[in-house]
């Protein structure tokens, strides 16, 4: 729990009208166990008189990152699928997951862990276990067993499609060695206990998310991977060779290297359909 001061504490209540939790009692310092952990409570303090359960207060630095350079970073970041063979170094690996402290979880319940995958045959191993895994699976889906259930009872899945991915699939696994992975020189496995009533994969999507973007101020091309979430998931044999815990499910996976290739101009897309109310 973080702790008041109340010697220092000049009854301004901020951290009492901040808290989400409702949890603090400033008469006599108390904090109500009902406390998330957020911080708000450090943060906002004037006299520094929360500390807090865990590390040291830092003041906020000032910051000039202006909508025109957040719009222009944005427009930049591009899924990278082709990487230098250069190897990302730990310290920088580890400025990528330390930074992870900051970005937000719902109830700030915080449950992930990350695995990086970064030796040359893990990733290949990673690569391969999914290509087979997906290529099982639409095999499945596609046999005349299953299919024709499929076709009834789940007609948002559309057969055809999933015989054309099997066929890709293993086109491409006799020619690309490295068809999931692009040869990054690392991977992230967002991962955590497998709960039905936890936010765990908004956190790891939103945690990836904030990784692919600062990866990006630091040099690194980044990709989002739906196939090894898709393919490892919560398939525990699997993920075991990758210290993913048995009771744990992968929730989101970003390829990290230093991109191949440079973009010169913007992509064309559309910005969402809008409905104001
Ligand atoms: C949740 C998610 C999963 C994705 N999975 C894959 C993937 O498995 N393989 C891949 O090559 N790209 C994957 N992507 C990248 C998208 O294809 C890419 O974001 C999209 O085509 C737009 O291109 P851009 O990111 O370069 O702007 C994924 C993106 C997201 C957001």
């Not at 109830?107 to 045959?121: D, G, T, Y």
């Not at 990836?208 to 898709?230: D, E």
């Amino acid at each position: 729990m973080p702790i008041i001061d109340l010697e220092k504490c000049n009854r301004c209540l901020k951290c009492v009208k901040d808290c989400p939790a409702s949890a603090i009692t400033i008469e006599t310092g108390e904090i109500a166990n009902t406390c998330i952990h957020c911080g708000h409570c450090v943060a906002i303090c004037p006299e520094m008189a929360v500390r807090p359960d865990f590390g040291n207060i830092f003041l906020l630095q000032p910051h000039a990152v202006t909508p025109k350079d957040f719009r222009n970073l944005a427009s930049g970041i591009r899924s990278c699928r082709s990487y230098l063979q250069k190897d990302v170094p730990d310290a920088v690996m580890m400025q990528l997951i330390d930074n992870m402290k900051h970005y937000p979880s719902a109830s700030n319940a915080r449950p992930l862990q990350i695995s990086i995958v970064r030796s040359k045959e893990k990733v290949k191993l990673l690569n391969d276990l999914t290509a087979e895994t997906l290529i099982r699976k639409f095999s499945l889906l596609c046999s005349p067993w299953i299919s024709p259930f499929i076709r009834i009872f789940v007609p948002s899945v559309n057969i055809n499609t999933i015989k054309r991915y099997k066929a890709l699939f293993i086109e491409r696994k006799k020619v690309n060695d490295s068809q999931i992975c692009h040869h990054a020189p690392a991977v992230l496995l967002f991962h955590g206990k497998v709960s039905k009533t936890g936010m765990a994969e908004a956190d790891a999507n939103i945690w990836a998310t904030y990784t692919s973007i600062y990866a990006n101020t630091l040099g690194l091309g980044t990709c989002f991977n739906g196939y090894i979430v898709k393919a490892m998931g919560n398939n525990s044999k699997l993920n075991q060779q990758f210290k993913v815990p048995a009771n744990h499910r992968i929730y989101a996976s970003l390829l990290v290297g230093y991109p191949k290739v440079k973009y010169r101009n913007e992509a064309s897309r559309q910005s969402p359909i809008v409905v104001l109310l």
